[in-house]
């Protein structure tokens, strides 16, 4: 089968996985010609994935993964749409370095239209297929969809970037205030007209398959995720009354107090900017109290941090590798390959930490508040370097995206630009009962400690891991002792600090 863009657009979606509000859809439908939708299963990205030491596999010894599931579903929603308007989304499963030029080629595309991506290897490969589209005289073109601003948008008043979160987001509330963003504003019909009609009969580079790629059909089993632009609209709407009470019951991981969206903004099945737009929207209610508008913008704030953590990645490229605070480069950071095993398998004796490990595990997701004290667990408790827990979780979230875990663990590190100082280190006991007093959180994930009550549940084995009346309990008989006491890392962390501080 033969089909001709004629010179119209190829839009390749990305990381904007939806037919509605997707500025790649806008900028093409400006052009008034056919367009063609594909996305691309890139082997530069995958294969990676299936050489990973935590895979996990399937009777069939077909990988299990909750994110490429995610997409393939998502994608799977957008095809059935397109289908009912006579239309096709193009998939393939290659490497995007040689597909899209070659398929733009033959479909002759007069330019592909793009998200723009700001990791930096993302920057590497755009810039790639750029000139071998010149090569072709196929034009690439980039728009912002993923940021309400990015890259030099929000500066200081030397044009500078941020590099602490506070006066950057004064600044990006300022800046949306004078340039609000919007939806976008074409309709339904209007790109039902405009995208390419084909005979659904006809058999044009049927899609891969998650098994004819080596991943297994059960990857979203055990999982919180449901993949779609419909999912994640209904989950914005559920949660916009939730977002008046979100200050309150963010921080509690038995309380379903949280968006559960971060999923849905990192692979696009919704955009910034209907989340973004939810909260403005709901603070113009005159209804509302102090409180309440105190609860939304906590959640608006959440979402400036997304953004802080975007730009931090696009102007300061070597956090990928390294250290923000380069004082920090000659810290000497343990390592104990029992230990970090421990630690990725909730199995280090102290409950909040394991329970937030067995909840990654198991769902490929976790609180917020658990990745800040799981993360000082590692990094401080046990003095591992950031980047050995940054690669595991990066593998084990549904929502990885590269900016907000660098930025995340660099933050509980005290390596990174606004990160906490390095002499403030979480008690994960403290911690425990602070924010799971009742201990329901462990319970639901360390099954082993159901059936102690609420005094005991956050340090079972007292203060020093020596109670003889809890080590003996047959409660207790298969959780293990605390690998680490907690006051004498906390003095080993302090040192390490102030050895490299006294060097730099």
């Keep these: 089968m033969t089909i001709s863009l004629d010179g119209g657009s190829l839009v390749w979606i990305r990381r904007d996985l939806r037919l509605a509000d997707n500025r790649a859809l806008e900028k093409a439908l400006f052009f008034r010609k056919k367009i063609a939708l594909c996305f691309v299963f890139d082997k530069a990205i995958l294969t990676p994935l299936k050489e990973s030491n935590w895979i996990a596999q399937d009777k069939k010894n077909l990988i299990l993964d909750r994110r490429v599931s995610f997409i393939y579903h998502s994608l799977k929603e957008i095809s059935l749409e397109l289908e009912k308007w006579q239309s096709k989304l193009f998939i393939f499963y290659d490497l995007s370095t040689n597909l899209i030029p070659n398929f733009s080629k033959r479909i002759n595309a007069s330019r592909v239209i793009i998200g723009e991506d700001y990791e930096p290897e993302a920057i590497r490969r755009d810039s790639l297929i750029a000139e071998k589209l010149k090569s072709l005289n196929i034009d690439l073109i980039a728009v912002k969809d993923h940021c309400i601003f990015h890259k030099l948008e929000v500066t200081t008043n030397a044009d500078c970037p941020y590099t602490v ?40 580079s049927e899609a891969p398959s998650l098994n004819s790629m080596g991943f297994s059909e059960e990857g979203l089993d055990n999982s919180v995720l449901n993949p779609g632009s419909v999912a994640g609209i209904k989950q914005l709407e559920q949660f916009k009354p939730d977002m008046q009470s979100y200050k309150l019951k963010r921080d509690y991981p038995s309380l379903n107090g949280v968006s559960f969206l971060s999923t849905h903004l990192r692979f696009g099945t919704i955009s910034i900017r209907q989340a973004v737009l939810s909260a403005f929207n709901q603070m113009k209610d005159i209804q509302l109290d102090n409180i309440m508008l105190e609860n939304i913008n906590c959640w608006l704030a959440e979402l400036i941090w997304r953004e802080f953590y975007i730009q931090i990645l696009y102007n300061f490229p070597h956090v990928v590798s390294g250290n923000f605070r380069k004082e920090y480069d000659n810290l000497k950071w343990a390592w104990s390959e029992e230990h970090f095993v421990k630690w990725c398998d909730g199995k280090t004796g102290y409950p909040i930490v394991d329970a937030g490990m067995r909840q990654l595990n198991k769902t490929g997701y976790m609180h917020n508040r658990l990745r800040m004290i799981t993360a000082s667990f590692l990094t401080k408790d046990l003095g591992i370097n950031w980047r050995k827990g940054e690669q595991y979780f990066a593998f084990k979230l549904n929502d990885f995206e590269l900016a907000s875990n660098n930025g995340g663990w660099q933050w509980a590190a005290s390596t990174g630009c606004d990160s906490q100082p390095y002499f403030r280190i979480f008690n994960p006991t403290t911690q425990s009962k602070k924010f799971d007093l009742n201990g329901n959180f462990i319970k639901k994930y360390v099954p082993e400690l159901r059936d102690l009550d609420k005094q005991f549940i956050h340090e079972p084995f007292g203060t020093k891991g020596k109670n003889d009346f809890f080590t003996n309990s047959d409660t207790l008989k298969f959780y293990p002792c605390p690998i680490v006491d907690h006051s004498e890392a906390r003095i080993k962390t302090l040192y390490r600090f102030k050895e490299s501080r006294e060097k730099t």
Aim: hydrophobic letters at 25%.
């Design 165 to 204: 979160f506070t006066p950057y987001k004064k600044r990006w509330l300022q800046r949306f205030s004078e340039t609000p963003c919007s939806l976008s504003n074409y309709s339904t019909e209007d790109l039902r007209s405009s995208l390419i009609k084909i005979d659904c009969h006809e058999n044009f």
